[in-house]
């Protein structure tokens, strides 16, 4: 399974689910833990909502939702998506930097 974090978040804020009890759902399905990569992008934040573009930095909620349920998906290999607007090599080099920071600071 391709577990993408942004896109929890953003139902998140447009549902008003709580992405950990969506996290903890899994495990009921057949196949749990089998999360084989993690997915992390950015979103629009238009205020009452949000937009899942994939043309931001990875914002903090998203950043701190993957910090808190790493472990639990295993240390699944995790990709930074960027589809739009794609900045400098640096910037996206700076976002894969703290997404190995967070998976190396975790016990699994």
Known sequence: ???????????????????????????????????????????????????????????????ALFREVYAACGGAPTMVEWDDAIPSFEEVWKEVGLAREIAASVVI
């Open 1 to 63: 399974m391709l577990l993408h974090f942004n896109n929890m978040n953003v139902s998140y804020r447009n549902h008003g689910f709580d992405p950990c009890y969506y996290l903890r759902g899994l495990d009921r399905l057949p196949g749990s833990g089998r999360v084989m990569q993690i997915h992390l992008a950015g979103h629009d934040d238009r205020g009452a909502y949000v937009l899942d573009t994939h043309d931001r930095p990875v914002r903090d909620e998203v950043w």
